[in-house]
């Protein structure tokens, strides 16, 4: 599978947005998907994930109560509903997927074999 992420761009604290996975590939719904995000001289951070068929979701506690994460498998996509935004929230927001992610290192991006290209987010106070 290949991963196309969208919908990044400057918003204003207490904004929200709406980012997108596309991918490639008729196996999509086999895969765990995650949102990690990457701000400027920091590590690359876990946001959320969701198993193969939305039985499972996980959220990093900086995120809980603001951010969605969701799939469509007919439409081979993810999306990251991000709301209440505020200016810590920026980064470059990448996609990953991974058939063989267990719960214990789902926010683990070492467990994932597959990456988007990452997508800015920018919030301004």
């Known amino acids: 599978v290949q991963l196309q992420a969208s919908g990044g761009g400057l918003v204003q604290a207490g904004g929200s947005l709406r980012l997108s996975c596309t991918a490639s590939g008729r196996t999509f719904s086999r895969y765990v998907v995650a949102w990690f995000r990457q701000a400027p001289g920091m590590d690359r951070n876990f946001v959320a994930a969701i198993k193969r068929v939305g039985s499972g979701i996980f959220y990093a506690d900086s995120v809980k109560g603001r951010f969605t994460i969701s799939r469509d498998n007919a439409k081979n996509t993810l999306y990251l509903d991000m709301n209440s935004l505020r200016p810590e929230d920026t980064a470059v927001y990448y996609c990953?997927?991974?058939?063989?992610?267990?719960?214990?290192?789902?926010?683990?991006?070492?467990?994932?074999?597959?990456w988007g290209q990452g997508t800015q987010v920018t919030v301004s106070s």
């Open positions: 990953a997927a991974d058939p063989s992610v267990i719960n214990s290192n789902v926010a683990s991006q070492t467990a994932y074999a597959t």
